[in-house]
């Protein structure tokens, strides 16, 4: 289990960070250390879903509302508190 916690956390930061160094203003800081903190303790399989929720929702919002920058954190934390039955099941 440490392995896919280590793994999960780095794929996440190095992802996020890659994104961050491609896009201006992308995401924030705060949100590369929650996501990254989730990687770390949800692992690497788990994690991915809790990545697609987040971006996925905070996709939806930002359309229906039609603004271009939108909160991310409460996305990731939605995302959380919805998947964790079947992440406490795994």
């Known amino acids: 289990q440490l392995g896919h916690s280590v793994f999960g956390g780095l794929f996440v930061l190095s992802m996020l ?3 961050s160094f491609f896009v201006q203003d992308g995401i924030g800081g705060g949100d ?3 996501l990254t903190f989730l990687g770390f ?3 690497f399989p788990l994690v ?3 990545i697609l929720l987040s971006f996925l929702s905070g996709l ?3 359309k229906v509302m039609k603004q271009v920058q939108v909160p991310f954190a409460p996305f990731i934390a939605f995302s959380f508190v919805i998947l964790l039955p079947t992440i406490s099941m795994g």
């Open 17 to 19: 960070l890659g994104l």
């Open 32 to 34: 590369m250390k929650l």
């Open 41 to 43: 303790a949800l692992g």
């Open 48 to 50: 991915n879903g809790v």
């Open 60 to 62: 939806i919002f930002s």
